[in-house]
């Protein structure tokens, strides 16, 4: 059985920063990609950005720039440091874990970005 427990999340003034983590346990493949995906309300949950194993990074246009995301393989946990946040990266945040789409998904965390 594969868990993701996600932290880090909350409500944060617009133009400031978050960190989420992402730890995983449980029977997978160590190599796997690992990633963060969000979801507002009444839409359809993206795809923010993905690491894999070696590192490599891929983000969403959206959070270009703004947005970084790391692993720690040692301890199965992936991270997202969110700055410069917008009104519109208000969502429940969700770690999965596989690629092209994950197989497993954490329980989610919300991020709130007021004015």
């Known amino acids: 059985q594969v868990q993701l427990v996600e932290s880090g999340g909350g409500l944060v003034q617009a133009g400031g920063s978050l960190r989420l983590s992402c730890a995983a346990s449980g029977s997978f493949s160590r190599f796997a990609t690992m990633g963060w995906y969000r979801q507002a309300p009444g839409k359809q949950r993206d795809m923010v950005a993905v690491?894999?194993?070696?590192?490599?990074?891929n983000y969403a246009d959206s959070v270009k720039g703004r947005f970084t995301i790391s692993r720690d393989n040692a301890k199965y946990t992936v991270y997202l440091q969110m700055n410069s946040l917008k009104l519109e990266d208000t969502a429940v945040y969700y770690c999965g874990l596989g690629a092209p789409l994950p197989g497993y998904w954490g329980q989610g965390t919300q991020v709130t970005v007021s004015s």
């Open positions: 690491i894999s194993y070696g590192g490599s990074t």
